[in-house]
């Protein structure tokens, strides 16, 4: 079991920055996949970015150049550096988890709204 805490959401001005945080229950190195996800109502809920297995970082086209994943295994966090926000990246954040054991199982935060808007 994992528990994610969400938080650093808010409202921003178009080519503002926010840094959203994760923190989550266990050490991070126990986890096999950590990041984030965001939905926009009447629409699926996308990768933003991701620290994969292997070492492996992935981001979104749409948020390359302009975000930044990094963590803080000292604190089982991982956190979204936003920068250079346009209105687009309005949604509900989500950190994700997934820890493979016996069977694969993805966890989920609570979400984190960010709206950016003049």
């Known amino acids: 079991q994992v528990q994610l805490v969400e938080s650093g959401g808010g409202l921003v001005q178009p080519g503002g920055s926010l840094r959203l945080s994760c923190a989550a229950s266990r050490s991070i190195f126990t986890i096999n996949a950590m990041g984030w996800y965001r939905q926009v109502p009447g629409k699926q809920r996308e990768l933003v970015a991701a620290?994969?297995?292997?070492?492996?970082?992935n981001y979104a086209d749409s948020v390359k150049g302009r975000f930044t994943l990094s963590r803080d295994n000292a604190k089982n966090t991982v956190y979204l550096q936003m920068n250079n926000l346009k209105p687009e990246d309005t949604a509900v954040y989500y950190c994700?988890?997934?820890?493979?054991?016996?069977?694969?199982?993805?966890?989920w935060g609570q979400g984190t709204p960010v709206t950016v808007s003049s």
């Open positions: 620290f994969l297995s292997g070492s492996v970082t």
């Open positions: 994700w988890a997934v820890v493979i054991g016996k069977g694969e199982y993805d966890y």
